[in-house]
């Protein structure tokens, strides 16, 4: 458990990216976009990735409300886990509001939040 720090450190630069207002996927010569860490592209297996700067507003493509948390997220139930769409990658984030708010199709902007369990990032959506 001791190299979780380097197994995610592709993840957490994207999340200081995030942070500092300059997000980024990684984009193979397809114009596949992914998000980090990845070695090569999910979509067609190209291994020349470069990182391109993503919009920090998308579009919330689906969502569910989280109950049932793993341990890590023990103390942040009930949140909301939405999938929203940057240009073309799709990013995984915890929407900032209450479920009765939140719409697929809904304007959110990207940033940085933590789990109020462990303290550790994530990516968040706040309703634009
Ligand atoms: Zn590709």
Redesign the pocket.
């Known amino acids: 458990m001791s190299d979780d720090e380097i197994s995610n450190d592709g993840y957490d630069q994207a999340l200081d990216a995030i942070e500092n207002g300059e997000p980024y996927a990684l984009e ?1 010569p ?1 114009g ?1 976009q992914s998000m980090p860490p990845r070695q090569v ?1 999910p ?2 297996g ?1 291994s020349d990735l470069e990182e391109v700067e993503i919009p920090l507003s998308g579009e919330l493509l689906s969502y569910n409300v989280t109950y049932v948390p793993t341990p890590d997220f023990g103390d942040d139930v009930p949140f909301v886990l939405g999938v929203a769409e940057f240009d073309d990658v799709r990013l995984t984030g915890r929407v900032q509001a209450d479920a009765e708010d939140v719409e697929v199709g809904s304007a959110v902007e990207v940033g940085l939040g933590e789990s109020e369990t462990t303290g550790r990032p994530l990516v968040t959506f706040d309703l634009a």
């Open positions: 193979c397809e596949h592209c979509e067609c190209a």
